[in-house]
């Protein structure tokens, strides 16, 4: 089985930096997702980290440690429009292919 | 972009319905999702398909589910008889691949609202 634990609320300031940490257990590993998702709207994929490091996508940037079982997305000059529920996911090794499984969300709110 | 589409966005239905609810994946993707989030929770995965069979499904993808691919577009989830814990937004997603690094860049619909009264 695997498990994801995020923290439920984040709140931050517009220009700031907000960190989303993710903690994982699964029975295998093939890398770390995240998602975005506005109010009454659709999960967009952001970023994806297969092995240990930093990856940066413009202003997001998503980390993992494979030894920690730990990943973050780094939200940077954050804007109002970044208000929204951020998901991470891994696969669900126990089947054939590895579904997608998510966490229960951060839901970020980006204050003036 | 391409985009997956789902209809309808909001559907009401009565205890005991059936109700089938429809999806067009993105053309060149080979592998097809359906997931519910029931209103402010998590987004939780029912089923994945590909080559026009049942690939995996979770434990809520019970008898009372089915999934089926009519043509060579449509991507549809069927819930027999509905009960009230069934309203959630359903989504259905797509990927092109379902393994590697692809396999964790789903695309999702906009989203089916169904309500059971």
């Known amino acids: 089985g695997q498990s994801l634990e995020q923290p439920s609320e984040v709140t931050a300031v517009e220009g700031a930096i907000v960190q989303i940490n993710c903690t994982y257990q699964t029975s295998g590993f093939y890398g770390l997702s995240w998602y975005q998702q506005h109010d009454g709207g659709a999960p967009t994929f952001l970023s994806y980290?297969?092995?240990?490091g930093l990856e940066e996508t413009g202003r997001f940037s998503s980390f993992l440690s494979r030894s920690d079982s730990y990943g973050y997305l780094l939200l940077q000059e954050l804007q109002m429009k970044d208000s929204a529920s951020y998901f991470c996911a891994v696969r669900d090794v126990g089947g054939s292919q590895g579904n997608l499984i998510f966490g229960k969300g951060t839901k970020l709110s980006v204050k003036p | 972009e391409p985009e997956v589409t789902q209809t309808p966005s909001h559907q009401v239905t009565q205890m005991g319905q059936e109700v089938i609810l429809r999806c067009v994946p993105i053309s060149n993707h080979l592998y097809f999702y359906w997931y519910r989030q029931i209103l402010g929770q998590k987004v939780e995965f029912l089923v994945s398909?590909?080559?026009?069979?049942?690939?995996?499904k979770s434990e809520i993808f019970d008898d009372q589910f089915s999934v089926e691919r009519p043509d060579g577009s449509n991507f549809t989830l069927k819930i027999r008889s509905t009960k009230l814990e069934d309203s959630a937004m359903y989504f259905c997603?797509?990927?092109?691949?379902?393994?590697?690094?692809?396999?964790?860049?789903?695309?999702f619909g906009a989203g089916s609202r169904l309500t059971v009264l």
């Open positions: 997603a797509s990927s092109r691949t379902g393994q590697g690094s692809g396999a964790n860049v789903l695309t």
């Open positions: 398909f590909y080559n026009n069979e049942i690939s995996e």
């Open positions: 980290n297969a092995l240990d």
